[in-house]
């Protein structure tokens, strides 16, 4: 495998990625509060979906969160060529948490 973009066995940035997967293995294994991106690095999609609806994290929050780690790897994987965080921040902190929010 591999080719001229790098993959598992060979290419440019092959070893590179492969690292910088390697690395999100590991941290995905330590504990949450010692995790580098905090309590939220290896819970999934329907877990923060559900911290969200109870309140338990703030939208602000993950987007600080999700800047960290686009921080942290982007140069490894090049993902994110446009980012609105600023933008983000202000329709977060528009929302607003109703008391009693519907489940689902």
Same mark, same amino acid.
């Given at each position: 495998?591999?080719?001229?973009?790098?993959?598992?066995?060979?290419?440019?940035?092959?070893?590179?990625?492969?690292?910088?997967?390697?690395?999100?293995?590991?941290?995905?294994?330590?504990?949450?509060?010692?995790?580098?991106?905090?309590?939220?690095?290896?819970?999934?999609?329907?877990?923060?979906?559900?911290?969200?609806? #109870?309140?338990?994290? #703030?939208?602000?929050?993950?987007?600080?969160?999700?800047?960290?780690?686009?921080?942290?790897?982007?140069?490894?994987?090049?993902?994110?060529?446009?980012?609105?965080?600023?933008?983000?921040?202000?329709?977060?902190?528009?929302?607003?948490?109703?008391?009693?929010?519907?489940?689902?």
């Amino acid at each position: 495998n591999g080719g001229a973009n790098g993959g598992a066995n060979g290419g440019a940035n092959g070893g590179a990625i492969d690292g910088a997967i390697d690395g999100a293995s590991d941290i995905n294994s330590a504990a949450d509060d010692d995790a580098p991106f905090g309590p939220y690095e290896a819970k999934s999609a329907v877990e923060m979906v559900e911290r969200l609806r #109870t309140g338990k994290v #703030t939208p602000l929050e993950l987007i600080d969160v999700v800047e960290q780690r686009i921080a942290a790897t982007d140069h490894l994987v090049h993902a994110t060529p446009i980012r609105c965080f600023d933008r983000a921040r202000e329709a977060a902190s528009a929302l607003v948490h109703p008391p009693d929010p519907p489940p689902g």
